[in-house]
């Protein structure tokens, strides 16, 4: 890992959570004598103003492209802006409870116009809990998507099986967006990027592994899929080029039409958990 590059170290006797100032990234989940929960890239570049490759960045105030200016950075600003930790607190009951806070300045002002306050607490005992609660403190409505991305370490990809989209149509960004509708289980067997309009829980069956991570959310809509495969991993300089079959991004987020509106004073919370069963 790069100097410079503060983070916070969460552990107690259920898991350890590390936590970047970077974005209030965090970039592990790792439970006593069990292989990592999330996928960290081995090319990550450690670095203040950087997205970090892998964790659970947070997509904020948009998702993806800036709808109406492409220079402006992928998946918003949040990520790359230096957070403030605001508290941390201990029980012995295994539960440490931490959270982190990012306000207007005239970095984000120019990149968005409005005053807002964002915080993230992020919950560690045997399961990982985060909330990214977002307030208009503006005198002006507001609109924002956004993402809870995280990336989900798996054994082998093509062992991989996703449960809860049933039903559930989708966005399909490999397709050119093209509309969908999910049958059965997900398997992962060629790129994947796509919108799911999806309020429940996913499970993520891994036989390799042999365990099941179960994701609740809540104050989302819509949950995002995504898997780069070889050629779109050889393209990226912080991914290796065989790192697509050890990860899987299930992200609860808000997107497309699920926009959230905040009126002055307003405030939204998006929340995930992450919790790991035994198969
Ligand atoms: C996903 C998007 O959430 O993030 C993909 O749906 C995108 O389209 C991926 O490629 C990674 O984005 P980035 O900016 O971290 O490389």
Not at 94 to 103: N, R, Y
Not at 104 to 114: A, F, H, M, N, V
Not at 137 to 152: K, M
Request: hydrophobic content about 35%.
């Amino acid at each position: 890992m790069a100097v410079n590059f503060p983070y916070l170290d969460i552990s107690n006797c259920n898991a350890s959570v590390k936590v970047a100032q970077n974005g209030a990234q965090i970039f592990g989940f790792d439970r006593v004598g069990e292989p990592p929960v999330i996928w960290v890239s081995p090319e990550a570049i450690y670095k203040k103003g950087f997205p970090l490759r892998g964790g659970i960045p947070i997509c904020w105030p948009w998702f993806g492209p800036h709808p109406e200016d492409e220079k402006k950075p992928q998946h918003g600003f949040a990520r790359i802006m230096s957070w403030e930790l605001e508290d941390f607190s201990d029980s012995d009951k295994g539960v440490t409870l931490s959270s982190f806070s990012l306000s207007e300045s005239e970095d984000t002002l120019r990149l968005w116009p409005y005053r807002f306050r964002l915080t993230l607490s992020v919950e560690v005992s045997k399961a990982l809990t985060i909330r990214l609660n977002t307030k208009n403190t503006d005198d002006r409505p507001f609109e924002i998507t956004q993402a809870l991305h995280a990336y989900f370490f798996v054994g082998d990809i093509q062992d991989v099986e996703i449960e809860g989209l049933d039903g559930h149509y989708y966005v399909d960004k490999v397709k050119g967006g093209e509309e969908a509708r999910q049958d059965g289980s997900l398997f992962i067997t060629s790129e994947t990027d796509r919108i799911y309009r999806h309020t429940g829980s996913c499970r993520l069956i891994d036989r390799r592994f042999g365990r099941v991570i179960v994701i609740d959310k809540k104050g989302s809509g819509s949950t995002v899929v995504w898997n780069p495969w070889q050629e779109k991993a050889r393209q990226m300089a912080d991914f290796p080029d065989d790192g697509f079959r050890n990860m899987v991004c299930i992200e609860a987020a808000n997107v497309l039409e699920d926009r959230v509106r905040l009126e002055p004073g307003q405030e939204f919370t998006l929340e995930k958990r992450i919790e790991v069963d035994s198969l």
